[in-house]
């Protein structure tokens, strides 16, 4: 069965937009970064800095046994995280395509904020995981949507980069 607006408590205005989420008290302060999966890093590092966007790290994340380069690229006011491979793409079993594969949203409650997610229909991709890089130390998790996209909740415990969201 699929829950609608109407199942969860929530109201619609005369647009059809929701002006109440059922009394759920959201905690994820907004979206960090980007995941996009490019078939060549290189050039795409190089297009992104001919496009003026600043490469901030370029660094190799281990998880699980296995090496991902995943160079960091502030574009605007937001990162993009771009990589070969994803970090969760074996986990999914399954090879994503090339361009954007996931929303990275910081949470101030990781636990409240996957498991509200996990309530509200969202699947895990994978256990939660502490990873640590020149990007800082957070708590990570990769979920899915019940519609099937990708995003990462995630719990800055030291910020290694300038931040793009307000504390």
């Known amino acids: 069965m699929v829950a609608t607006i109407n199942d969860i408590g929530g109201h619609l205005s005369g647009n059809g937009r929701p002006l109440v989420t059922g009394g759920v008290t959201a ?44 160079p960091l690229v502030k574009m605007g006011d937001k990162y993009l995280h771009l990589a ?23 949470s101030d409650d990781f636990e409240q904020d996957v498991a509200q997610a996990l309530r509200a229909g969202a699947s895990a991709i994978r256990e939660p995981a502490e990873v640590s890089a020149g990007f800082g130390e957070r708590k990570v998790a990769f979920l899915r949507s019940p519609s099937g996209w990708i995003f990462e909740i995630a719990k800055i415990h030291r910020h290694g980069v300038p931040t793009v969201i307000a504390d």
């Open 27 to 70: 905690m994820l302060k907004g979206l960090w970064t980007i995941g996009v999966k490019v078939p060549n890093l290189e050039q795409e590092l190089a297009f992104q800095l001919q496009l003026g966007s600043e490469v901030v790290l370029d660094e190799t994340l281990a998880i699980d046994g296995a090496s991902y380069r995943i």
């Open 84 to 106: 070969e491979q994803m970090v969760y793409e074996q986990a999914l079993g399954i090879e994503l395509p090339y361009g954007p594969t996931h929303l990275v949203y910081v």
